[in-house]
Structure formats: C-alpha cells, structure tokens
C-alpha cells in the first residue's frame, strides 16, 4: 500500500498484518506497521527513511539513512544521517549513527557507536 510521505510524495507502507521473512529494500518513505524478519536496506547516499511503527518488530539489521523507532529492532543499525528513538523503542543491538534522538522510556541493550559524517560503516 502507498500513502502520502511527510515531502508530499507517495510512500510505502506494510501495515499491521503484513509479515515479510527476507530482506527488504527501499528507497523514499517506508512505514513499517508489522513485522520484518530479515535486513532492511536503503542506499546510504540517499534520503530514505524508514519509520518502525509501534508494535511493529524487526529481527535484523537495519541501514538506512534516517530511521524514526518506535517499535521494536532485534539487530543492528547503521544510520548516515539520523536516528531517533521513541518512548516506545526497543533495540537489542548496535546503534551507529551520525546523529541520534533517545526519548525517556526507550529501551537500549547494545552499543552506541558515532560516526562521523561521510564515514563509511563497518561492513
């Protein structure tokens, strides 16, 4: 399904009842509303966004340049520009970023990793 992004231009959307077992990758807007068992990729130059709704869960890695948690992430994350973590995140993994939000109540088990802008991740 496709909505509206916040640039005006159509974005992807896997809504609650959606479960994907494989890797996934996007570019533009995706809104992830159900579950994702697998990587999740964007070009890393790009402005992609990947937003992780609540009670929504993915066990893999993540890398995309700008990334909204509010759900759950069992894996990784690599992030070129911006992550940002709700109240209702849980990660269990690594966290690389350039620039990172965590509000109160958000749950972190893993590292935190700053990356300097333009560095390449690890592979």
């Known amino acids: 399904m496709t909505k509206t992004g ?3 231009a159509s974005a992807s959307l896997f809504e609650a009842d959606i479960e994907v077992i494989g890797d996934v990758s996007f570019s533009g807007e995706l ?3 159900g579950r ?3 990587n999740i990729v964007a070009p890393n130059d790009s402005n992609a966004s990947l937003f992780v709704e609540e009670n929504s869960q993915v066990t893999g890695e993540i890398r995309a340049p700008l990334l909204v948690v509010s759900g759950k992430v ?3 994350i690599y992030s070129s520009r911006r992550v ?3 109240s209702t995140a849980e990660v ?3 966290i690389h970023y ?3 939000n965590v509000e109160q109540g958000a749950s972190i ?5 700053a990356l300097k802008a333009g560095q390449p991740f690890p592979a």
């Open 6 to 8: 916040s640039g005006g």
């Open 31 to 33: 809104y992830l509303q």
């Open 36 to 38: 994702v068992n697998g």
């Open 74 to 76: 069992s894996g990784d």
């Open 84 to 86: 940002s973590l709700k």
């Open 92 to 94: 269990v993994g690594n």
């Open 98 to 100: 350039t620039e990172i």
């Open 109 to 113: 088990n893993g590292t935190l990793m």
